[in-house]
DNA sequence: ACAGCGACTGACTGATGGGTCAGTCAGTGC
DNA sequence: GCACTGACTGACCCATCAGTCAGTCGCTGT
C-alpha cells in the first residue's frame, strides 16, 4: 500500500481521531486495532510505531478530554453573579462535550467493559467532580442559593442528567442545539416540574409490598417503610 | 469434582445467580464463563446444559428485569391521586432495581462493550421508557401537574438523574436506604434545588437571558419561567 | 444386580485478535 | 549513484476463551 509520508505529529493526530471514529461508531471493544488502521489509512504496525498497546489511544482520548473539562470549569465567586457563574459553567461543559460528539459517546456510553484500571480511572473522575460538586452546592446552600436538603444527592442527580442529555444529543439524531441544552437544564435545576402544590409529607406505608420477588438470591427484606426525612423544604412560593 | 446431583430447575437458578454476581464484579466481558461455573460450582460443560451461549444467561438476566419493571409500572389514572401514584412508581422502580443491585450494576454500569445486538436492545428499552415517561408528562401538562416545556427533555433528564442514583445505591458503599431516596428524587422533580430568587419573573423574560453569552449560537427564548398553575391535584390526606 | 438414563465433566479445538519484527522503500546527504 | 535513515508494512506468533463431545458416574426401576 502506498501510504503517504505525512508528518509524524499529523500521523498521530490521524491515529487519534480514527481511534475516536471506530470506537464511536463500534464501541471499544468490538473496535479492532485494524479498524483503526483501516480508517486511518495505515498498517497496523504503524499504529505500533505511536500507542504502546491498544488501550493507549483510548487512555490519550479520555485524558484530553478531563483537561479540556478541568479547564473549562471555573470555580465559582460568590461575590459575583453567581447565578451566571453556575450557568457559565454548565455551557462550558456542555460545550466540552459537544465540541466532540464521538468522544461524548465513547466516555459516556461504551467506557465500560473494559479492564478495570480503566474503568476505575472513569468512575474515580466522575467521583471526583460529584464531590466537588457537592462541595459547591454546600456552599450555595450557605449562600442560600441551594435549597436545603442532601447536597450530595444533589450532585448525584445532576450528574446523571447531564450525562444522559449529553449523551442523548451527541447522538446524531438528535441535533438539540446546545444553548437549548444550557437554558432548560438551568430551568430544570431551578424548579424542577412536578407541580403537585402539595405540602406535607404523606403515606407513612407505602403501598410497595406489592412488588414480587422474582429475583434468584435471598434478599433483605423488602422495603422497611422508613419514616420519611424532613423533606427538603419545597420552599415554593 | 463431586458436584451434587440437584433439581433441574434449581441448577439453572444456580447458574444464573452467579452469572448475575460474576458480571456484576468483573463485568460481563472479563467475565469468563468458567468463572461463572466456578462461582456455582460446576464445570464448563454443564453451563453449556442451561445456555445456548454466554450471552444467553446477560440476556435472560436483563429480560426479568425488565419485565419486573414493566409489571411493577403502574399507568397513572388522573381521576385519582396523581402524585401518590406518581410516587408509587417512583418507589416501584427504585424498589425493582435496589432488590438486586448486582444487576442493577449490570445493566447501568457494565451493559456496553458487548455486541451491537444487545447494546441495541438496552437501548430501546430505555427509549421506551424514556418515550412512556414523555407521554406521561405531557399528559400531566394537560392536567397542570407538570410544568410547560419540553416533556421530552424532563424525561431524559429524569431517566438520567433516575440510573445515576441508582447505580450509585446499588454500589455496595452506599447504603441508601430507598425510601430516602424516592423522597429526596420527589422533591426533586418538584422543586428542583436553585434557589435564585429570581421569582415573579415576568413570562418574557426568562431568567437565563441575565447570563453573558459565551456560546455559539442564538437560542429561541428557552423555558420560561411559568407562574405556577391552580394545583389541580388536591390534598393528599 | 444390572441396564438405562441423563446430569455432569473437562480435555480439546478452532477462531480471534493483540502484539512483533524482519524486511521494504522513499527520501536525503554526500 | 551510493550509503544511510527511519517510517512503514503485513505475515506471523501465540495467548485466550467460547463452545464441543466422548466419556464417567450415580440414581432409579425392575
Redesign the interface.
Known amino acids: 500500500m502506498a501510504t503517504e509520508r505525512v508528518d509524524k505529529k499529523e500521523r498521530r493526530q490521524e491515529l487519534l481521531r480514527a481511534a475516536r471514529d471506530v470506537f464511536a461508531r463500534?464501541?471499544?471493544?468490538?473496535a479492532k486495532v485494524e479498524d483503526v488502521c483501516a480508517a486511518a489509512g495505515v498498517a497496523k504496525g504503524t499504529y505500533y510505531l505511536y500507542f504502546k498497546d491498544k488501550r493507549a489511544v483510548l487512555e490519550e482520548l479520555v485524558d484530553g478530554l478531563f483537561v479540556r473539562l478541568a479547564a473549562a470549569i471555573l470555580r465559582v465567586d460568590p461575590g459575583l453573579?453567581?447565578?451566571?457563574q453556575?450557568?457559565?459553567n454548565i455551557?462550558?461543559i456542555v460545550?466540552v462535550f459537544l465540541d466532540d460528539p464521538a468522544l461524548t459517546r465513547i466516555l459516556l456510553?461504551?467506557?465500560?467493559?473494559?479492564?478495570?484500571a480503566f474503568?476505575k480511572k472513569v468512575a474515580d473522575f466522575y467521583e471526583v467532580v460529584r464531590r466537588q460538586l457537592g462541595d459547591a452546592?454546600r456552599d450555595?446552600q450557605g449562600l442560600?442559593?441551594?435549597?436545603p436538603?442532601?447536597a450530595d444527592?444533589?450532585a448525584?442527580?445532576?450528574?446523571?442528567?447531564?450525562?444522559?442529555?449529553l449523551?442523548?444529543a451527541s447522538s446524531d439524531a438528535k441535533p438539540r442545539?446546545?444553548?437549548?441544552i444550557?437554558?432548560?437544564?438551568?430551568?430544570?435545576?431551578?424548579?424542577?416540574?412536578?407541580?403537585?402544590?402539595?405540602e406535607?409529607?404523606?403515606?407513612s406505608t407505602?403501598?410497595?409490598a406489592?412488588?414480587?420477588?422474582?429475583?434468584?438470591?435471598p434478599?433483605p427484606p423488602?422495603?422497611?417503610?422508613?419514616p420519611?426525612?424532613p423533606?427538603?423544604a419545597?420552599?415554593?412560593?
Open positions: 463500534k464501541g471499544y471493544h468490538d453573579d453567581v447565578p451566571a453556575v450557568q457559565h455551557r462550558a460545550a456510553s461504551y467506557a465500560a467493559g473494559l479492564d478495570p474503568v452546592l450555595g442560600g442559593i441551594v435549597a436538603g442532601d444527592f444533589y448525584t442527580l445532576t450528574l446523571g442528567a447531564l450525562k444522559e442529555v449523551l442523548e442545539h446546545r444553548e437549548e444550557v437554558g432548560k437544564l438551568f430551568a430544570f435545576l431551578e424548579s424542577g416540574y412536578l407541580r403537585f402544590a402539595l406535607a409529607a404523606p403515606v407505602p403501598p410497595l406489592t412488588a414480587k420477588r422474582g429475583s434468584s438470591t434478599q423488602a422495603v422497611a417503610a422508613t420519611r426525612p423533606a427538603v419545597p420552599r415554593k412560593r
